[in-house]
């Protein structure tokens, strides 16, 4: 366990964490930083977005609520909306039901703090088994307010899969059933209901989409308030 000299109140209990919001938010954000985008800003509420936006109108606003685009806002939390052509060399404000906070969340428990998805698993699997055994890993999922996620939970386990084929790591019970489910299935199962909630809405392409296993090679960091590509 570390005290982060920055900010002395709050003890950081993990080394990493990892946030895993499949559907969709992490892809999202991965897809457009992969697209040339700046930085993304990770917020939690609309208003606060909104104020961002007022006193940096040449940043594009994204996000939704219930699945949908905020009314006024440039765009939604489609991945298709965050193509090169949009968003290259753009800062994106974004917030979302639950994947935006949970990053948030995981900034104050951890000192370092990534994204994860299925478009970048490899990355993702690659850099954390760069760190040997005694580093304290958690692995956020966001779930859908304050449920678990039946994707979110496939890609935690795909993760820890990786990584304890290349090292020996202890893991929490909910580590092994993570590890346990993907073992299991093998390969992306979007049938749980936030999958099948953006069915009904009529973002198929999107459930298609974020299933692409390593569709992209890179890092997403949070830091100092932005999400940034690293790799
Ligand atoms: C979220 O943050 O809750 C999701 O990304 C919702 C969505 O599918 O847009």
Redesign the pocket.
């Given at each position: 366990r570390k005290i982060d000299s920055e900010v002395p109140d709050v003890i950081k209990y993990f080394d990493i964490s990892v946030v895993i919001?499949v559907?969709?938010?992490t892809s999202?954000i991965i897809t457009a930083l992969s697209n040339g985008a700046t930085c993304v800003i990770p917020v939690s509420d609309i208003a606060q977005a909104l104020s961002l936006k007022y006193y940096n109108p040449g940043y594009l606003l994204g996000g939704?609520r219930g699945?949908q685009k905020i009314e006024g806002f440039d765009l939604g939390?489609s991945p298709f909306e965050y193509d090169e052509k949009t968003v290259k060399e753009k800062t994106v404000i974004l917030t979302?039901?639950?994947?935006?906070s949970s990053i948030l969340s995981a900034s104050r428990i951890a000192q370092k703090v990534l994204l994860a998805s299925f478009l970048n698993l490899s990355s993702v699997v690659n850099m954390l088994s760069g760190y040997d055994a005694y580093t304290n890993i958690a692995i956020i999922c966001?779930g859908?307010n304050g449920e678990a996620s039946y994707e979110d939970i496939q890609v935690a386990g795909a993760i820890i899969f990786g990584i304890v084929r290349k090292r020996s790591h202890r893991l929490s019970d909910s580590s092994i059933i993570a590890l346990k489910l993907w073992e299991s299935l093998k390969r992306p199962d979007f049938s749980g209901e936030?999958a099948h909630r953006?069915r009904e809405l009529g973002f198929e392409k999107d459930l298609e989409f974020c299933q692409m296993i390593d569709h992209f090679r890179l890092i997403a960091k949070f830091e100092n308030g932005k999400i940034v590509k690293i790799g």
């Open positions: 919001d559907l969709r938010a999202t939704e699945g939390n979302t039901t639950n994947g935006t966001a859908n936030h953006l």
